[in-house]
């Protein structure tokens, strides 16, 4: 059994929204078992939202939460760092509506959590592990769980466009993995489609010190940080967003032009596919001693 983790104690960054463009300082913070993340406003009162699928609102280009009047945006980076390095329970505190961008990756995340510290607590975790196939598709777009003994991510990206005709990578999740494979892989976006999303009121804090721009002969930035680095960012992104089912995965994820309003709806039907999953306790327990997921508490919203 593998006991609930929260931080050690409370560290803050500051930065500002890729989207909004907008100086926001960010704390993170421990937190009670079986509270999960929840993202809280501080210049809105202290008002809350749980970084839960239910409380996905507005996906455009990132992913965002709301309840009632609250809106945290750009939450997928902080959550994988959260969920990869086995951080159950925290509160995010931010004074504006976007989590940092940050350089683009989670890679200050990791550091900032690793700052904090992190403690275990006096509580099980439980596991969602995939008994069943669950999938889903939208036109050329594909992603999919299977049964697995381990949280494992298979991601392929095409586009049309030279730098990234194809680009595939399958890793198996570990904290270490994490940290040194995906968390500093880069969001990216296309020279031409930076006017475009500007004028949508998006990516007004985007440069070429928070995101790979891609133009017509090759990437703005001097270099990257991997080959591949484009189709492990999808991988970052990928484990964000499943982070909003509220339990680590024990399965293995597979995707194909994926965005996040995909990963999103597909997260709402893994939570709907009942008879797919169960809740462990031990990543790696027999079948038989698997808790029916009908008995299973779910984590406090
Ligand atoms: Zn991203």
Redesign the pocket.
């Known amino acids: 059994m593998h006991t609930q983790r929260t931080l050690h104690r409370q560290t803050s960054c500051a930065g500002i929204g890729l989207h909004s463009g907008s100086k926001v300082t960010l704390s993170l913070k421990p937190a009670p078992a079986n509270s999960g993340i929840r993202f809280r406003r501080s210049d809105l009162g202290g008002q809350e939202v749980p970084a839960r699928i239910s409380h996905v609102g507005g996906i455009n280009h990132?992913t965002g939460l709301s309840r009632d009047t609250v809106r945290v945006d750009?939450v997928?980076?902080l959550l994988a760092a959260f969920m990869s390095l086995g951080v159950d329970n925290a509160v995010v505190e931010l004074n504006s509506p976007e989590v940092p961008i940050m350089d683009?990756s989670a890679a200050p995340f990791i550091y900032l959590i690793q700052e904090a510290g992190i403690k275990s607590l006096q509580a099980p975790r439980q596991y969602l592990k995939v008994l069943r196939p669950i999938s889903v598709s939208r036109g050329n777009k594909r992603i999919a769980l299977y049964p697995s003994d381990h949280f494992k991510v298979t991601y392929s990206i095409a586009f049309d466009h030279p730098m990234l005709r194809h680009q595939a990578r399958t890793i198996r999740l570990s904290e270490e993995v994490f940290v040194e494979e995906i968390a500093p892989a880069r969001?990216f976006g296309f020279l031409e489609e930076v006017e475009m999303m500007r004028q949508q009121g998006l990516a007004l804090g985007g440069s070429l010190e928070n995101a790979i721009v891609i133009g017509d002969t090759g990437v703005l930035n001097n270099a990257l940080r991997f080959d591949d680095e484009f189709v492990r960012?999808?991988i970052?992104?990928v484990i964000?967003d499943m982070a909003l089912l509220g339990y680590p995965l024990i399965g293995h994820l597979v995707a194909h032009r994926g965005g996040?309003a995909l990963h999103a709806e597909f997260a709402a039907r893994v939570l709907e596919e009942r008879d797919c999953w169960t809740l462990v306790e031990t990543p790696l327990a027999p079948a038989a001693q698997a808790m029916p997921a009908g008995r299973a508490v779910p984590a406090v919203n």
């Open positions: 990132a750009t997928e980076h683009g969001t960012h999808k970052l992104d964000g996040h």
